[in-house]
């Protein structure tokens, strides 16, 4: 049973429902907020003319002509004002169409006014509410465009004149329209880039958190399962032993694609200039595969880092291949201030002598330009270990940074 209040007692204001607020418009336009000032210079040179037309009208000849091209003045800055403000005019077309505008009103001072008037005065409309033409050309195209609009409304005043005056020290209209339009473009492709550099950090920052997201779900579900079943497959033997295998690798490439998918460095170099190198080898840790590493990240830049993980990669795909079955693999990291060295080594069958020699005489050159080369190409040394029936050991020591590059050779 509902209760109903009591006439005339107090009631509660309803709280869950709030007044509506307004909509609010995201300008998402990087020079935006160039536009929205850009309008307020507008207003303020608009104010200008209207005093300097009211201030020379007497003096013109055609005074009734010049208040008919003030209203039309009038018409385009309002108009235009509230289309750049707003966002639907800032194009070329429209950006085109006021040039036109404002250099056909600056050639109506020839009509309106006598060529006496016009050489000691500035041209009808003002130059400063002409210069609004120069600064959206800036806006929206760059210094460039904004220097070749100065130049035309610049050599539109002085075509009105019927004379180039080059002591600039007493007119320097040309100089202060092109350099206004150089300055404003300026400021807007600066504007431009910054906000690409912002966008692409957060596209990286939000690539790095989902691929962050799905290895952790691979690594509770997926990964472990593998672990499980290949683990499982060599206790059992017999014909689960193939089974095992294939599970160990379906794991260690899983793990790989991990790493690599929407991997920040790899899409792009200069959004992100050091990397955890201990965190980038962790991932190849498997039930083949051991990393050991310390604690603390080891921050070296982002292409070196990639350069050394490439080289392990190379170096594991050789334990897979050629080291025999059930080799497996052991991964140090050592963080020795100006230098860090990464060692890859297994328990396989070991490298017999003169098969290195024989591969290279044969054109198979993929560890000397795969492993090698890569580190070498840091200004590390690679250093192999090998004997018959005693595994491998590969030994990078790269220095942290291009200042400590080192000189070595392969051992």
Not at 103 to 130: E, I, K, R
Not at 230 to 244: F, K, M, Q, V, W
Request: proline residues 5%; contains cysteine.
């Amino acid at each position: 049973m509902t209760r109903r209040p009591l006439p005339g007692a107090a009631t509660e204001p309803d709280r869950t429902r709030e007044p509506a607020r307004p909509a609010r418009v995201v300008d998402h336009d990087p020079v935006g907020p160039l536009w929205r000032g850009a309008q307020i210079f507008r207003l303020l040179s608009y104010l200008y003319a209207l005093g300097f037309q009211i201030a020379v009208n007497p003096d013109l000849d055609r005074s009734g002509v010049a208040w008919v091209l003030f209203g039309l003045l009038s018409a385009w800055t309002l108009v235009s004002g509230i289309g750049y403000f707003v966002g639907f005019a800032r194009n070329r077309v429209w950006v085109g169409a006021e040039v036109v505008v404002v250099c056909a009103l600056m050639l109506s001072t020839s009509y309106v006014a006598g060529a006496d008037w016009a050489w000691h005065n500035q041209t009808w409309p003002t130059t400063l509410w002409a210069t609004n033409a120069v600064i959206s050309v800036a806006i929206l195209t760059g210094p460039v465009g904004g220097i070749v609009a100065g130049l035309i409304v610049g050599g539109t005043s002085t075509f009105v004149k019927g004379e180039l005056n080059l002591d600039f020290g007493r007119n320097a209209t040309i100089i202060v329209i092109v350099a206004t339009g150089m300055a404003v473009g300026l400021a807007a492709a600066n504007a431009r880039r910054v906000q690409e550099q912002l966008s692409r950090a957060a596209r990286i920052a939000a690539a790095a958190e989902e691929r962050e997201r799905l290895s952790r779900e691979v690594h509770d579900g997926v990964l472990q399962v593998l672990a499980l079943i290949a683990r499982r497959g060599r206790e059992i033997g017999g014909p689960t032993d193939e089974l095992a295998t294939l599970a160990a690798e379906q794991e260690r490439a899983l793990r790989r694609l991990i790493s690599d998918t929407d991997d920040p460095v790899a899409s792009d170099p200069d959004a992100q200039r050091s990397v955890d190198l201990a965190a980038a080898l962790r991932v190849f840790g498997d039930g083949r595969v051991s990393v050991s590493a310390p604690a603390d990240p080891v921050m070296i830049p982002a292409h070196r880092g990639a350069e050394i993980r490439a080289a392990v990669v190379n170096a594991l795909d050789n334990v897979v291949n050629h080291a025999g079955p059930g080799a497996r693999a052991y991964i140090l990291v050592e963080d020795l201030g100006s230098d860090v060295v990464v060692s890859v080594r297994d328990d396989g069958i070991g490298i017999p002598d003169g098969r290195l020699a024989e591969a290279v005489a044969q054109g198979r050159v993929g560890v000397s330009k795969s492993i090698v080369g890569r580190i070498e190409s840091l200004g590390g040394t690679a250093r192999l270990d090998t004997e018959t029936g005693a595994g491998t050991e590969w030994e990078f020591t790269v220095p942290r940074d291009e200042s400590g590059r080192s000189r070595g050779a392969t051992g």
